[in-house]
């Protein structure tokens, strides 16, 4: 809220509310563009208050409601209108209006109090995003002051496509071979599991990390609105036509924790947010710092995550599924046939060591990526190199069923959710209490196989029980000792 008062004294403009630097220029900012548009700037003692004070009050977003509470104060405008209405906007000395970060945001916390907001025209197409906000769009402070004396009405923004075009994204028909990989990858993408693909350079893991969005079922509105909503707060401009996309982040390792946790003075979502309801893709695992990689933890259990700082505390959300690739020895070559490996035992288990883990026990899926033989690479394609289409309709009906079930994805049931949903039959059990013995896995193996074995089933269209050939497969689909 912003609060102006009018008094005698000197002439000067005071701003109040903690503001951070941009807001001080706010003041020249929003000075000139009252005099450009020919009102007068009132040379009185103005005291702006943004008030709840301990709001972080970045760029120039209060400009255009700080110019109107000043002449508001100064009955230069009607005050009528101002008191059910927010105006978000920068202004440009000019008096025109430019964008602003964080309308969206704005604008669903404004839709819940039923407020009428006026946004730049800049911001339209983020704005349109919102289907049932009360939003009017405006070029400069004088249409708006126009506006506010009666005459014209300001434009409502266009409503923007809907539709998320999938035809640009990479599509796994360009995928030769990995059939192991490929159905890791479409049953990540049905149980919503995290995945660790480990493999030689150049097999295509990177290729196949980027076809998982693809396979993913298209946003909902209102996870769509989410995932802009973070971005938006981050400062990207959102592309309308894109708005559905799930989001593929793929931070480099080299990137600060900040960058990839977020935070920072005035806290930011980091690339884990941005990746929210999408994928987070980290190749080169081993590479990231330890302490980012732990830092992971807490976001891939509870799905948001808390910046602390000083006194503020920021919550982002942070629901991503994890692609993770890695080589399998330093030079990258270990188990390729050919003897390529020039890695000491020793040399191979320090890198592996980089991995704690509490982090690679939350990656249900870990399946290696081998050598494609060149002819196979040159090959037509078979029939088994199916197209992003036809795997999302499997996943699509897979997940139906796990919503139907538990409401949620298979990998983020909790283990009452799992014994009830997924109850073994006496062989069964035994059987795969033998086979983790057997593999020396731990009791927290049992759980996740049985995850994965539930996502086996539902791909299969077998709602009710996981058998044998499912709990095998999902044995198979983490069989990698990293
Ligand atoms: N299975 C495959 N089918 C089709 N093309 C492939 C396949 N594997 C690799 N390629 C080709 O090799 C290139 C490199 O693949 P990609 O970058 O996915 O490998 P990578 O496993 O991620 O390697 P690195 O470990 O070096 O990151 C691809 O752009 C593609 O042209
Ligand atoms: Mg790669």
């Not at 942070?318 to 080589?327: G, I, P, R, S, Y």
Request: aromatic fraction near 4%; include cysteine; charged fraction near 25%.
């Amino acid at each position: 809220m912003v609060e102006v008062n009018l008094s005698g004294g000197l002439p000067n403009t005071f701003i109040v509310g903690l503001p951070e630097a941009a807001v001080r220029e706010a003041r020249d900012r929003v000075r000139v563009a009252i005099q450009n548009t020919a009102f007068e700037y009132p040379s009185r003692r103005i005291t702006v208050n943004l008030a709840p004070a301990e709001l972080p009050k970045d760029g120039g977003r209060f400009d255009l409601a700080i110019a109107l509470g000043i002449l508001a104060a100064a009955n230069q405008v009607p005050r009528k209108r101002l008191l059910d209405c927010e105006f978000l906007g920068e202004l440009a000395l000019s008096g025109e209006l430019r964008p602003v970060a964080g309308v969206l945001p704005a604008l669903l916390h404004a839709g819940k109090r039923r407020r009428r907001v006026v946004v730049p025209r800049a911001n339209a197409a983020e704005a349109a995003l919102v289907a049932d906000a009360d939003v009017l769009v405006a070029d400069s402070l004088a249409e708006v002051c126009a506006w506010l004396r009666g005459g014209e009405e300001l434009s409502r923004p266009q409503a923007a496509t809907a539709e998320a075009p999938t035809d640009a994204m990479p599509d796994l028909v360009d995928v030769r071979g990995q059939l192991q990989a490929r159905r890791a990858l479409e049953v990540a993408a049905a149980g919503g599991h995290h995945l660790l693909l480990v493999g030689p350079p150049g097999t295509g893991k990177t290729m196949l990390a980027e076809r998982l969005p693809g396979i993913l079922p298209p946003l909902g509105e209102s996870e769509a609105l989410e995932t802009c909503a973070v971005r938006s707060v981050a400062g990207e401009v959102i592309d309308p036509a894109l708005w559905r996309r799930r989001p593929f982040r793929a931070p480099h390792h080299t990137a600060s924790a900040v960058a990839l946790v977020g935070g920072g003075s005035r806290p930011r979502p980091g690339e884990i947010s941005l990746a929210h309801h999408g994928v987070l893709f980290l190749d080169e695992l081993p590479e990231y710092e330890r302490r980012v990689l732990e830092v992971l933890r807490e976001p891939l259990e509870s799905g948001q995550i808390v910046i602390s700082r000083a006194a503020r505390q920021n919550t982002f959300p942070a629901q991503f599924q994890l692609v993770a690739a890695m080589n399998p020895c330093p030079c990258g070559y270990h188990g390729d046939p050919g003897g390529r490996c020039r890695c000491t035992p020793d040399q191979v288990a320090r890198y592996r060591a980089r991995l704690s883990g509490p982090l690679l026990d939350r990656i249900d899926l870990q399946v290696e990526v081998p050598r494609v033989p060149l002819h196979e690479l040159t090959a037509a394609r078979r029939d088994y190199d199916e197209d992003s289409a036809t795997v999302r309709e499997r996943v699509i009906a897979a997940r139906r069923q796990a919503l139907l079930r538990a409401g949620r994805p298979n990998a983020e049931i909790s283990v009452r959710e799992l014994e009830r949903d997924c109850a073994l039959g006496v062989k069964e059990r035994d059987w795969l209490q033998n086979t983790l013995e057997r593999l020396r896995l731990s009791a927290r193996a049992y759980h996740r196989v049985l995850r994965v074995a539930r996502t086996l089933a539902d791909l299969e269209g077998s709602a009710g029980c996981v058998n044998r050939e499912h709990l095998a497969e999902a044995l198979q689909l983490r069989r990698i000792d990293v």
